[in-house]
């Protein structure tokens, strides 16, 4: 069964870059969709960017264009989050999850990102 491992969160500057990173276990991660989805505190989870399965393309928030990256390592088995130019609104728990068909299902843990001064 596919489990998923987050890290590489951290306290960051405003301004500063972190790259977030997303294991796989139990199942190649080729066959999936993937998604980055983020909860701050008091708010609802929200999808933040996801990569495909086939052509390996990528959706990204309006709030993230421009400034975060996705994208996997097939060998590691691992998708990852390049964030750049973090702003304050960017802090929350951060998860990976697949795209099961319906829904988005096997979630990892998260992994916190702090972005303050």
């Known amino acids: 069964q596919l489990q998923f491992v987050e890290s590489g969160g951290g306290l960051v500057q405003p301004g500063g870059s972190l790259r977030l990173s997303c294991a796989a276990s139990g199942s190649r991660l080729d066959y999936y969709a993937v998604g980055w989805f983020r909860q701050a505190p008091g708010k609802e989870r929200e999808g933040v960017s996801c990569i495909s399965d086939s052509d390996g393309g990528t959706y990204y928030a309006d709030s993230v264009k421009g400034r975060f990256t996705i994208s996997r390592d097939k060998d590691k088995n691992t998708v990852y989050l390049q964030m750049n130019s973090l702003k304050a609104e960017d802090t929350g728990v951060y998860y990976c999850?697949?795209?099961?068909?319906?829904?988005?299902?096997?979630w990892g843990q998260g992994t916190q990102v702090t972005v303050s001064s």
């Open positions: 999850a697949k795209d099961g068909g319906t829904d988005f299902e096997s």
